[in-house]
Each structure stands twice: as C-alpha cells, then as structure tokens.
C-alpha cells in the first residue's frame, strides 16, 4: 500500500493536486475500514455475549423452578445452560457439548477455535476416544502440499492486483488525467477484492492444514501445580 501511494505521488501523468486526493481517498479508507472493523467486531461480541447471556438467565429461571419442571427437564435445562456459556466463552456457534469441552481444554483455545471453524467438516468428535479425530485420513505432506498451492495463489493473485490498479494509470495517460478519480476508485475497490477473494482462497486451502494443526494442539494439564517447586 506504501509503494501504490508513492507512485501516485511521483507518478508524472498524474497531476499532484490529484494524486494528493486519490493517497488521502486510500488513506481514509484503511484507516476507516480498519476502526469499522474494530468497531463491528466489538458491537458483534457485545451483542454476541447479550443474547446468550439472556438466555443464560431464562434457563437459570427454569431450573429454579422445581415445581413447574420434572427432574429430567432440570438436567435439559442444566445440559442447554453448559453449552450456552462455552459458546459464549469460546465465541462459537457450536452446539455439541463434548465438543466445546474439548476445545476449552486446549492450552490455547482462541486459537483451537479459529482452526475448527475451518476445518470443522474435516474432523469429527469421537465418543469413545474422547477427542477430535480426522473424519477422512491425510498426513502432514497433503496438507502441506494443499496450504502451499493456497499460498502461492494468494501471492500470485496479490501482485496481480497490485499491477491491475497501477497499469492502467500508465497505459491510459489522456483518459487518467481527465477521469483520475473514477478510474483509480474502480482499480483500488477491484484490487481490494481480488485480494479478498485469494485470502478466501487460501483459508480454503487451508483446512486440511488446521485440521491437523487443532490434533496436535497440547491440552491443559491440571496437574501442573504437582510439578512446580514451591
């Protein structure tokens, strides 16, 4: 992005009052995309922690109610209310019960969540075993193999988008100068989505990567105190 905004300011065909417009229109835009984003993401958690903390609540009255509800609807009740705190605790939308158990018992669960919404139809929870398991079995060089093809797309495809925007300010000179402005928003809004869609690309390829990544994760021994020397 520093190099794009320096070559519109030493750019020759671009007149500098213009050139000064466009650097400020990228600028503004980041810097706006990025507290939006900041801000979405905050009012979404919020929102997020409100409606599963009403939730939490209304069961929490359920249970209370001993005299309206049988024995085995109180454990429904109790059973709904685990979930809903594990969700609201690992921000995730999941709902099997072992499974979010599972992901908070990982030493870094943020993480262990993040790898489980991508790779979640490439593993599956087993009962018996108590763990997450690969549903289909790959190893280490297929995963490899598929992040490093997703890689290079999203590489390939950045400088791609980085030449699209630049060309034609240079190509065009007669058309530039007059229709600056157009021109450069439709190249910088096309290149931000060509960038969007190799990042979705590479998540994409991805998958079997974090998959095993979310099996090899280390799970949080409580036993820990036993091995520190008071």
Known sequence: MLEIIKILKDSSIIPSFIATGIMTLILSFFLYHYA???????????????VKNRKIKQLDR??????????YEIKIFKYRRKILIYQ??????ETH??????????????????YYKNARK?????DVNNRLELVSVFDQDYAKKHEGIGVWVFLINGV???FI?????????EYVVSNTIPLATFLFFFMIFQIYVGAKFLQYKSKPSNALA??????ININYEEHINK
Do not use: C, G, W
Not at 39 to 47: E, K
Not at 165 to 173: G, H, N, R, S, V
Not at 214 to 219: A, I
């Open 62 to 71: 359920k249970i209370s109610s001993i005299d309206v509800y049988s024995d």
């Open 122 to 126: 490439l593993v599956q929870f087993n």
């Open 97 to 114: 019960l072992p499974t979010l158990i599972y992901l908070n018992s990982l030493e870094n669960s943020p993480i262990a969540v993040s």
């Open 160 to 162: 791609l988008a980085y």
């Open 88 to 93: 609201k605790d690992l921000i995730t939308k």
């Open 214 to 219: 979310l099996l090899n994760m280390t799970k």
């Open 36 to 50: 939006r984003k900041i801000q979405i993401a905050q009012d979404l958690f919020h929102l997020f922690s409100i």
């Open 165 to 173: 925007f630049i060309t034609p300010l240079y190509l065009l000179k």
